[in-house]
């Protein structure tokens, strides 16, 4: 035994000089982090999932389509196909209904009156597809405090009644935004934004910064989009029937006019330039919509036009308004909104106009706008 226990010091010995103590232990050191790193790598991968997968689980069960809502930022279960686009418009459109009003464009876009649409089903379409709106809307000075309001809440009455919608609110005093009562599935997101000097470049300033929400975050969150001016009051239902890739408003002034009569702007030099001879319909800048997509690609290009012409020291006669009608002109709009859907009261009753949808709200110009204009 005594031999035997020779032998293992000796081996011992052997051992402790081959690998130095301080090596030695180093290495189990090593050997340790290597591990307790692999363990929290692991861990927090599938904490992670579990969250993700509760919130999928959850917002499942209160019907959000399996879109998670993190953030207000949805992502999609990869297992379910993309949703199919507005159904064709021979599903729900009748541009015979009405004979006394012009219902389709030379392109054969349809144009939406009172009684020319099926709104049930177009209803039942997207509550199938669980569909997402989102409106944007600026209140800057004293828009924010005279008509951001009655604009809310009449939007909730009245605005994609029962279907899914965010609300993008864009003001320059966040703390004085109303606090309006949401019910599940809708959502109220406000920002904060600067107020120029002039209103003008408040109006125009809001392409710039609506392609940037798109790009940023709204991609993600809606399938639909609309634009609206804020000093306007809901009055009647505006529906589902209104959603389309481009969707635009014919101004209510000049529905009836010809096209030599419209206000585009006349200078070549202006990037909004649009000749005597060209043009379908007067657009109003009140109301557009469509697509992220399509949105994205009209407001970048109003923006672009907008700079350039500030490079060349001219400004369109009617500003974003100008740029988006140049647009429009090249990338016709799919879908058409009569004048019912953004209607100046102060035309007067109008024997085509059987619904009002939108009113211009009463003009208080010499208030609201600043002095710098």
């Known amino acids: ?6 032998k293992c010091k000796v081996l011992r010995g052997m051992a402790s000089s081959l690998l130095p103590k301080n090596l030695l232990s180093s290495f189990i050191f090593l050997l340790l982090g290597t591990i307790i790193t692999i363990v929290i790598v692991i861990l927090r991968n599938y904490l992670s999932d579990c969250r993700l997968m ?4 959850r917002n499942a069960e209160e019907k959000t389509h399996l879109k998670c809502w993190f953030s207000m930022i949805k992502c999609y279960d990869p297992s379910v196909s993309s949703k199919e686009e507005q159904p064709h418009s021979k599903n729900w459109f009748n541009a015979l209904a009405r004979n006394d009003v012009r219902t389709l464009t030379a392109w054969n876009a349809p144009i939406l009156w009172e009684g020319t649409f099926n709104q049930t089903y177009l209803n039942e379409f997207h509550k199938k597809k669980k569909t997402v709106i989102g409106l944007t809307v600026f209140a800057t000075g004293r828009y924010l405090e005279k008509y951001l309001r009655t604009f809310l809440i009449s939007a909730e009455q009245f605005f994609m009644t029962g279907h899914q919608v965010i609300y993008y609110v864009f003001a320059d005093d966040i703390a004085n935004v109303p606090h309006i009562e949401l019910p ?6 406000v920002s904060e934004i600067k107020e120029e000097k002039r209103w003008q470049d408040n109006s125009m300033k809001r392409m710039l910064i609506i392609g940037q929400m798109i790009k940023s975050h709204a991609m ?3 399938d639909y989009i609309f634009c609206m001016d804020v000093d306007q009051v809901f009055k009647d239902s505006f529906g589902v029937e209104t959603l389309g890739k481009r969707v635009a408003q014919i101004q209510a002034w000049f529905y009836k006019e010809d096209k030599s009569k419209f206000t585009y702007e006349r200078r070549p030099i202006s990037a909004a330039y649009i000749a005597e001879d060209e043009g379908d319909f007067y657009y109003h800048a009140a109301v557009f919509g469509g697509t992220p997509s ?6 970048t290009a109003c923006y672009e036009g907008i700079e350039k012409d500030k490079k060349n020291n001219v400004e369109a006669v009617w500003h974003d308004e100008s740029h988006l009608n140049r647009y ?3 990338h016709k709009p799919t879908l058409l909104l009569s004048p019912e859907y953004c209607w100046d009261e102060v035309i007067g009753p109008s024997k085509e106009i059987r619904t009002v949808r939108i009113a211009w709200a009463p003009k208080q110009y010499d208030i609201i706008r600043n002095s710098n204009e």
């Open 184 to 189: 599940q599935g809708r959502f109220l997101r």
């Open 54 to 57: 509760a919130l999928c689980k």
């Open 1 to 6: 035994m005594k031999i035997v226990g020779k």
């Open 328 to 330: 429009l002109l090249n």
């Open 294 to 299: 399509n949105v994205f690609d009209l407001v």
């Open 220 to 222: 993600y969150e809606v």
